[in-house]
């Protein structure tokens, strides 16, 4: 049912942690499965220079939050505002129709940090003008 790319992110998890004076944190919540994630940014001249992630999930949510800050590291912010749940998903070569939600997380999560840095540096992130929180709320 899980792609061994999902087990192997699940048991063994990239990023996990705090960054201590972050750029960037973002917090989204599911309330229909409880679950929480927590993503910490470090940002340099518009690159993510460090990514780490706090989940209080389901091993979807985990895998998709290792994956996601994974792919983040050493992009610039564009393309990070280019990043969708798919693309989570794709890398993880596929995860159940139904934690399919669980990538969306991920993918929120990183828009709310990044709101969160534009917020702190009184910037405009092109392409977040729009953004909202999908399904869930925090
Ligand atoms: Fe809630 Fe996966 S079941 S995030």
Redesign the pocket.
Known sequence: MYSEKVMDHFMNPRNVGEIENADGVGEVG?P??G?IMKIFLKIENDIIVDAKFKTF??G??IASSSMATELIKGKSIDEVVSLTNRAVVEALDGLPPK?V??SV?AEDAIKVALMDYAKKNNLNIKGLENFKVREHEH
């Open positions: 599911n229909q499965c679950d999930g389901c979807s949510a934690k939600h669980c997380l």
